[in-house]
């Protein structure tokens, strides 16, 4: 088991030290203030993720949809440009 680099028996000697730093009493409480911050942090991870796939997802929507739509504006510029002004010559 290696959480964060950190093997079984450094972990077992942190919680020795916590214990002994804080107290029987105390540990239960840090532990669950522990978690709920690590559940927040995930949760504010989680939703950062989701805001970028969706920014991303947008993003490249619009730029299928310039890609779709320049080739058309080119084509219609050109056919502009082809035809003959009609303008009166005396």
Same mark, same amino acid.
């Given at each position: 088991?290696?959480?964060?680099?950190?093997?079984?028996?450094?972990?077992?000697?942190?919680?020795?030290?916590?214990?002994?730093?804080?107290?029987? =009493?105390?540990?239960? &409480?840090?532990?669950?203030?522990?978690? /709920? +911050?690590?559940?927040?942090?995930?949760?504010?991870?989680? %939703?950062?993720?989701?805001?970028? =796939?969706?920014?991303? &997802?947008?993003?490249?929507?619009?730029? /299928? +949809?310039?890609?779709?739509?320049?080739?058309?504006?080119? %084509?219609?510029?050109?056919?502009?440009?082809?035809?003959?002004?009609?303008?009166?010559?005396?």
């Amino acid at each position: 088991m290696n959480i964060f680099g950190i093997g079984l028996p450094e972990m077992g000697l942190i919680m020795i030290v916590a214990l002994l730093i804080f107290g029987p =009493k105390k540990l239960p &409480e840090i532990g669950r203030s522990l978690g /709920k +911050t690590i559940r927040g942090f995930q949760e504010a991870s989680n %939703e950062f993720q989701s805001e970028f =796939k969706r920014e991303a &997802e947008n993003i490249e929507q619009a730029v /299928k +949809t310039t890609a779709e739509l320049e080739p058309k504006q080119i %084509e219609a510029v050109t056919s502009q440009q082809e035809t003959p002004s009609s303008s009166p010559t005396s």
